[in-house]
């Protein structure tokens, strides 16, 4: 578990950085740094590493110990090292397999909790009406451990390694901070390519043609390929949110806020 100071620092290091990077980059340069919904936002980043990680750690493991069962193994270093066709690969072939595999079950995930009562988890996280790298944190714990729980579960009962997929995890969660970043960028030639800010902040616009698209955390092939790809010449995204009802905009109300619906 993370101390309190190392998330201190890890915000204000983080803080530094993006907001510089923001202001030289804007989309939106009317956009203060203290922005609606900044303070829920500072609570998720110290909540998510202390309880939400936390919670998914065990509920990994949990999978993990059933992933074991079922491929009859025994969890130890058969596990963590991978195992039949995968592990037999060169180390750079298993890390390209398992970023453009995990992408694309991270890519149906994401559009399974666009659907359905999972929505109402998901629909926390599209709540922001003023999108920076800050939001990326903005949560809820069910979303994120279901998410992370299918992605790794998958993925070892394919065989690739724990140790690979322990730094894959850490790896999303920085790349999401970028993706959710007050800035235009689309990395020009590599637009189609490799999600970028401009791609993401489409995804959690509220503007009609944008919803629903560019479901991808890293490689816009899927969504291209589903029909789900976005990505108008010459336009920013300015108008976030969700559009079927109002979420509620403190922390607690939020991690309460799909329960009390599904009870309605």
């Not at 850490?170 to 490799?194: E, K, M, Q, S």
Request: hydrophobic share 50%; charged share 15%.
């Amino acid at each position: 578990m993370p101390s309190l100071a190392g998330i201190v620092i890890s915000f204000t290091v983080l803080g530094v950085v993006f907001y510089a990077v923001e202001h030289w980059f804007a989309s939106i340069p009317q956009q203060p740094i203290r922005r609606s919904g900044f303070t829920v936002d500072a609570i998720y980043w110290a909540f998510t590493p202390l309880v939400t990680k936390t919670l998914a750690k065990f509920t990994t493991f949990a999978g993990v110990a059933v992933v074991a069962v079922l491929l009859g193994r025994k969890l130890g270093p058969e596990l963590a090292n991978g195992f039949g066709p995968i592990a037999e690969q060169p180390v750079g072939l298993v890390v390209i397999e398992m970023l453009v595999l995990g992408d694309f079950i991270g890519y149906w995930t994401h559009r399974i909790f666009h659907r359905g009562w999972l929505w109402r988890f998901h629909a926390i996280h599209h709540s922001s009406t003023q999108l920076d790298w800050l939001s990326a944190v903005r949560v809820h714990p069910v979303n994120d451990v279901l998410s992370r729980l299918v992605q790794v579960c998958i993925l070892m009962l394919l065989g690739f390694p724990l140790t690979a997929l322990a730094a894959y995890v850490p790896f999303l969660t920085l790349y999401a901070i970028l993706l959710h970043a007050n800035v235009g960028w689309d990395y020009g030639p590599l637009r189609r390519v490799i999600a970028s800010p401009r791609f993401h902040r489409w995804h959690h616009t509220s503007q009609a043609q944008g919803q629903d698209k560019n479901f991808a955390g890293l490689l816009p092939l899927w969504d291209q390929l589903f029909g789900t790809y976005y990505m108008p010449a010459g336009r920013q995204p300015e108008v976030f949110g969700v559009c079927d009802g109002p979420v509620p905009q403190t922390f607690l109300a939020q991690l309460a806020y799909p329960f009390e619906k599904s009870r309605r």
